[in-house]
């Protein structure tokens, strides 16, 4: 069912308070504090698509690319680890790099082995729609990495939201599939997909390709019931905004092997990332950018019926041109980090925050 809002949308943010690397956002009775895990002050310019996964020791493992910049050929997949008792953060290292070779979006997936997952593209010519996929794995909780297998060569796939763990012990990997060659256009023939898998990773069964109007890539997935999964999508076209962009959504009712057609939403995408999980609850949580035309403002939407609407919104920060590629990790105690790109793509940053900031009214 299309989503749809319950009450108004929430006012902007009372009040910004910049302390050296923080934003402090007051809401009533609450506070949010936005912190960097990188900044400026870390090796390479440009730092993006974050991705996190909680370790076994109780750390967060949180991976980003970065280089000179989205299409320089010296990016790498770097990691840092957060320690939980102290809040700070590893210095960040390489954990992939394909010499002459972009590296892009990675995706962590940590098994119920244990074993943690990276999936990533590799781009091998000028634009993405040359990238193939490539994986990475630890089995011994992100301290090394080998190589492994993906699960295809197929040209033009990407990554960018974490893969989810399905009832079966399957891994549900979301992907996307744009063959434009225009990097300031998403193809309309552009789509999501998915590619499912036991807990070994070896066999793999590639679902058929989500279509909408505009297009659709980097599709976000949760699962509703074993069943029942739902999938939010950026929406495809170029990045001038436009009044009809929306967030495309599409839906599974045999666990991930088969999706309904893309339909759009009440949710705007100035085609930008969204993230979409399941909490511990069985609400259900969106992150994106409340905006046909910008990636600002960075908003958290809650269904606690199941995806039949989203009532419980709040705007997590604004105020820079752009704020996007939000990660939303739930750790085992039910604390919700949000992570995201900020600062001209030169800082990832995060907030902490539970499920009652987000039911509490305002």
């Given at each position: 069912?299309k989503?749809?809002?319950?009450?108004?949308?929430?006012?902007?943010?009372?009040?910004?308070?910049?302390?050296?690397?923080s934003?402090?956002?007051?809401?009533?009775?609450?506070?949010?504090?936005?912190?960097?895990?990188?900044?400026?002050?870390?090796?390479?310019?440009?730092?993006?698509?974050?991705?996190?996964?909680?370790?076994?020791?109780?750390?967060?493992?949180?991976?980003?690319?970065?280089?000179?910049?989205?299409?320089?050929?010296?990016?790498?997949?770097?990691?840092?680890?957060?320690?939980?008792?102290?809040?700070?953060?590893s210095?960040?290292?390489?954990?992939?790099?394909?010499?002459?070779?972009?590296?892009?979006?990675?995706?962590?997936?940590?098994s119920?082995?244990?074993?943690?997952?990276?999936?990533?593209?590799?781009?091998?010519?000028?634009?993405?729609?040359?990238?193939?996929?490539?994986?990475?794995?630890?089995?011994?909780?992100?301290?090394?990495?080998?190589?492994?297998?993906?699960?295809?060569?197929?040209?033009?796939?990407?990554?960018?939201?974490?893969?989810?763990?399905?009832?079966?012990?399957?891994?549900?990997?979301?992907?996307?599939?744009?063959?434009?060659?225009?990097?300031?256009?998403?193809?309309?023939?552009?789509?999501?997909?998915?590619?499912?898998?036991?807990?070994?990773?070896?066999?793999?069964?590639?679902?058929?390709?989500?279509?909408?109007?505009?297009?659709?890539?980097?599709?976000?997935?949760?699962?509703?019931?074993?069943?029942?999964?739902?999938?939010?999508?950026?929406?495809?076209?170029?990045?001038?905004?436009?009044?009809?962009?929306?967030?495309?959504?599409?839906?599974s009712?045999?666990?991930?092997r088969t999706?309904?057609?893309?339909?759009?939403?009440?949710?705007?995408?100035?085609?930008?990332?969204?993230?979409?999980?399941?909490?511990?609850s069985?609400?259900l949580?969106?992150?994106?950018?409340?905006?046909?035309?910008?990636?600002?403002?960075?908003?958290?939407?809650?269904?606690?019926?199941?995806?039949?609407?989203?009532?419980?919104?709040?705007?997590?920060?604004?105020?820079?041109?752009?704020?996007?590629?939000?990660?939303?990790?739930?750790?085992?105690?039910?604390?919700?980090?949000?992570?995201?790109?900020?600062?001209?793509?030169?800082?990832?940053?995060?907030?902490?925050?539970?499920?009652?900031?987000?039911?509490?009214?305002?």
């Amino acid at each position: 069912m299309k989503p749809r809002s319950t009450t108004a949308r929430v006012i902007l943010l009372l009040t910004l308070m910049l302390i050296g690397n923080s934003a402090i956002l007051l809401w009533p009775g609450n506070k949010i504090v936005i912190r960097d895990v990188v900044g400026p002050e870390v090796p390479g310019t440009y730092k993006h698509a974050s991705s996190a996964c909680e370790l076994a020791s109780g750390e967060i493992l949180l991976v980003y690319y970065s280089g000179s910049g989205e299409y320089g050929n010296d990016t790498a997949i770097y990691g840092t680890q957060m320690n939980r008792s102290s809040g700070k953060w590893s210095r960040p290292r390489v954990i992939a790099d394909a010499a002459g070779k972009a590296e892009g979006n990675p995706a962590l997936w940590r098994s119920s082995t244990g074993d943690v997952w990276m999936f990533y593209p590799v781009r091998q010519g000028d634009t993405w729609s040359t990238a193939t996929l490539a994986a990475q794995v630890s089995t011994d909780d992100g301290q090394t990495w080998h190589d492994a297998d993906p699960p295809s060569d197929q040209p033009g796939l990407m990554t960018r939201s974490k893969p989810i763990s399905l009832s079966d012990g399957s891994c549900l990997l979301p992907l996307d599939f744009n063959p434009s060659t225009d990097t300031e256009f998403v193809s309309e023939e552009s789509g999501s997909l998915f590619f499912r898998s036991d807990e070994t990773l070896q066999d793999w069964e590639k679902t058929d390709i989500i279509h909408s109007r505009l297009g659709n890539h980097q599709p976000a997935v949760a699962a509703i019931t074993d069943q029942h999964l739902v999938t939010y999508c950026r929406r495809g076209g170029d990045y001038f905004g436009r009044p009809d962009g929306f967030v495309v959504r599409s839906e599974s009712l045999d666990g991930g092997r088969t999706w309904s057609p893309g339909t759009e939403t009440e949710f705007p995408n100035p085609n930008s990332p969204v993230d979409f999980v399941r909490l511990q609850s069985g609400n259900l949580l969106l992150a994106y950018n409340n905006s046909s035309f910008n990636r600002t403002l960075l908003t958290l939407a809650l269904s606690t019926d199941r995806d039949q609407s989203y009532p419980h919104r709040r705007d997590i920060v604004s105020g820079e041109k752009s704020y996007s590629y939000p990660c939303i990790l739930q750790t085992e105690d039910g604390t919700i980090f949000l992570f995201f790109t900020a600062g001209a793509r030169s800082h990832i940053k995060y907030t902490v925050l539970s499920e009652e900031d987000l039911l509490s009214e305002r």
